[in-house]
Nanobody, 120 residues
Framework: QVQLVESGGGLVQPGGSLSLSCAAS????????MGWYLQAPGKQRELAAR???????NYADSVKGRFTISRDNTKNTVYLQMNSLKPEDTAVYYC??????????????WGQGTQVTVSS
């Protein structure tokens, strides 16, 4: 059993910063790509940023230059640093990871989501 637990969401004013973290725990053999997705009210969940196990990253155009994804493989943790936040960044942010138990094929796991609200 694998769990992804996010932390770090909250309320911030426009132009402010927030940092999210997501720690994987449980029966973990290998962690492949990890990412952060966002789901704004009334909209579909979409990719914000993704990082491979080798550190290659890609970002949605809407967050490029403002958000930075990183990971600490020794802690099984992925981070999302969000700067210059805008009201349209308001969403529930979900952590996602492709994780394999020892000797098994990888499965996709999701965290429970953390609310980020950008408002004055």
């Amino acid at each position: 059993q694998v769990q992804l637990v996010e932390s770090g969401g909250g309320l911030v004013q426009p132009g402010g910063s927030l940092s999210l973290s997501c720690a994987a725990s449980g029966s973990i053999g290998s962690i492949y790509a990890m990412g952060w997705y966002l789901q704004a009210p009334g909209k579909q969940r979409e990719l914000a940023a993704r990082i491979t196990n080798r550190g290659s990253t890609n970002y949605a155009d809407s967050v490029k230059g403002r958000f930075t994804i990183s990971r600490d493989n020794t802690k099984n943790t992925v981070y999302l640093q969000m700067n210059s936040l805008k009201p349209e960044d308001t969403a529930v942010y979900y952590c996602n990871g492709a994780i394999a138990a020892p000797g098994r094929v990888p499965y996709e796991y999701w965290g429970q989501g953390t609310q980020v609200t950008v408002s004055s």
